[in-house]
T-cell receptor
Framework: AQSVTQLGSHVSVSEGALVLLRCNYSSSVPPYLFWYVQYPNQGLQLLLKYTTGATLVKGINGFEAEFKKSETSFHLTKPSAHMSDAAEYFCAVSETPNNAGNMLTFGGGTRLMVKP | KAGVTQTPRYLIKTRGQQVTLSCSPISGHRSVSWYQQTPGQGLQFLFEYFSETQRNKGNFPGRFSGRQFSNSRSEMNVSTLELGDSALYLC?????????????FGPGTRLTVL
């Protein structure tokens, strides 16, 4: 079974500062990786995903992530934080149990706080 | 296109009761997955349905069950509720149910068990 680790359950940055949220995965096969964001009292919204091809993936709201196979990492970054970025972020890996279907395994989440 | 809808949004039940949650996927999507989100355990996969067949099941007791209808709508049922079943239940749909497909999530149903 695959697993995902997000370092730092809480991250605090100042508005305008760099956002870096860390994600490491373990997978015995090429991973398919996702970042989702959850605002209070809402479901999950896809930020970006990596399947194959370019290892630097750009997503919505100015976020991007780089797949590094040698480091088994898929860290999420944004050059300049906005107050509206305050939310919880989840990294996930997709797998196909029994060679059929689609199941996401999530990391524990990182709550991002943005200070004015 | 309308997104994934879940009803009801909030539920309060007492221990021992049973509950049914409903999920309507994005039009054209045939795969529906369910996840449980709790502060202690995080997001955990419950099960996945595709074309009315359960294809995968997470590590949950048999009290948790689900089904999918021919129009791809799905329901999940929890019988003999326990306090620990209090959680946000999220439904997600995808078009082809392949490993690279994006799962689109609904707003969730928040279940409180008293």
């Amino acid at each position: 079974a695959q697993s995902v680790t997000q370092l730092g359950s809480h991250v605090s940055v100042s508005e305008g500062a760099l956002v870096l949220l860390r994600c490491n995965y373990s997978s015995s096969v090429p991973p398919y990786l996702f970042w989702y964001v959850q605002y209070p009292n809402q479901g999950l919204q896809l930020l970006l995903k990596y399947t194959t091809g370019a290892t630097l993936v750009k997503g919505i709201n100015g976020f991007e992530a780089e797949f590094k196979k040698s480091e088994t990492s898929f860290h999420l970054t944004k050059p300049s934080a906005h107050m509206s970025d305050a939310a919880e972020y989840f990294c996930a890996v997709s797998e196909t149990p029994n060679n059929a279907g689609n199941m996401l395994t999530f990391g524990g989440g990182t709550r991002l706080m943005v200070k004015p | 296109k309308a997104g994934v809808t879940q009803t009801p949004r909030y539920l309060i039940k007492t221990r021992g009761q049973q509950v049914t949650l409903s999920c309507s996927p994005i039009s054209g999507h045939r795969s529906v997955s369910w996840y449980q989100q709790t502060p202690g355990q995080g997001l955990q996969f419950l099960f996945e349905y595709f074309s009315e067949t359960q294809r995968n099941k997470g590590n949950f007791p048999g009290r948790f069950s689900g089904r999918q209808f021919s129009n791809s709508r799905s329901e999940m049922n929890v019988s003999t509720l326990e306090l620990g079943d209090s959680a946000l239940y999220l439904c997600a749909s995808s078009s082809l149910a392949g490993t690279t497909d994006t799962q689109y999530f609904g707003p969730g149903t928040r279940l409180t068990v008293l």
